[in-house]
């Protein structure tokens, strides 16, 4: 069984671009939900989608912004690009959300933003 | 507001030996999920273990056991028999069972183990 798949793995972009980066959750999983990891911040949640629908969203600026496929497929985007978005992005998937299943993370995508 | 604090920013330990982890909680649920999490160099988040609140029995999976105290708000992470491949940066995660939840762990800042042949 195929685990959490994320494109691209690595990027670069220049401030004030957008970028979308994309998750396929483990089949059968219908939970997807966004981290962002940075060294001064830690893993900080970004939202989560369930059905097509954001269930949860963590405290990040509007320029951070998601949505999920009818297969569950995730993509996440954001624009205008600053510095501080240069991130490890780690998509997550379960079978429900926020009932325990257990969370399983994808290799996540490198953004350097320069 | 949930938070997680791992107090150990760095272990280090012998192979073969064991090591333990320390993590705290605190939350004002009473029915919530603990985890695990290893991410080695390669940043892969990887479930080392998981345990239900509700729970009394210390969840253990292989070498790897936990000391789940619910009254002390502590789940610390025991590695039995360290191996090399055990080196990572380890991850205390928390969710509530229900509610808003949906999907959000909260995570600790983090122990890096350096496992030493």
């Known amino acids: 069984k195929a685990g959490v798949t994320q494109t691209p793995r690595y990027l670069i972009k220049t401030r004030g671009q957008q970028v979308t980066l994309s998750c396929s959750p483990i089949s059968g999983h219908r939970s997807v939900s966004w981290y962002q990891q940075t060294p001064g911040q830690g893993l900080q949640f970004l939202f989560e989608?369930?059905?097509?629908?954001?269930?949860n969203k963590g405290n990040f600026p509007g320029r951070f912004s998601g949505r999920q496929f009818s297969n569950s497929r995730s993509e996440m985007n954001v624009s205008t690009l600053e510095l501080g978005d240069s991130a490890l992005y780690l998509c997550?998937?379960?079978?429900?959300?926020?009932?325990?299943?257990?969370?399983?993370f994808g290799e996540g995508s490198w953004l350097t933003v320069v | 507001a949930q938070t997680v604090t791992q107090s150990q920013p760095e272990m280090s330990v012998q192979e073969a030996e064991t090591v333990t982890l320390s993590c705290t909680y605190d939350?004002?649920?009473?029915?919530?999920?603990l985890f695990w999490y290893k991410q080695p160099p390669s940043r892969q988040m990887i479930l080392v273990i998981r345990?239900?609140?509700?729970?009394?029995q210390n969840a253990t999976e292989n070498r790897f056991s936990v000391n789940f105290q619910k009254a002390a708000k502590s789940f610390s992470l025991k590695i039995s028999d360290s191996q090399l491949g055990d080196t990572a940066m380890y991850f205390c995660?928390?969710?509530?069972?229900?509610?808003?939840?949906?999907?959000?762990?909260?995570f600790g800042q983090g122990t890096i183990l350096t496992v030493h042949p």
């Open positions: 345990q239900e609140a509700y729970k009394q």
């Open positions: 989608y369930f059905s097509e629908t954001q269930r």
């Open positions: 939350t004002s649920e009473s029915n919530y999920y």
């Open positions: 995660a928390f969710i509530n069972a229900g509610g808003t939840s949906y999907g959000k762990l909260t």
């Open positions: 997550a998937s379960s079978l429900l959300p926020g009932q325990g299943n257990t969370i399983y």
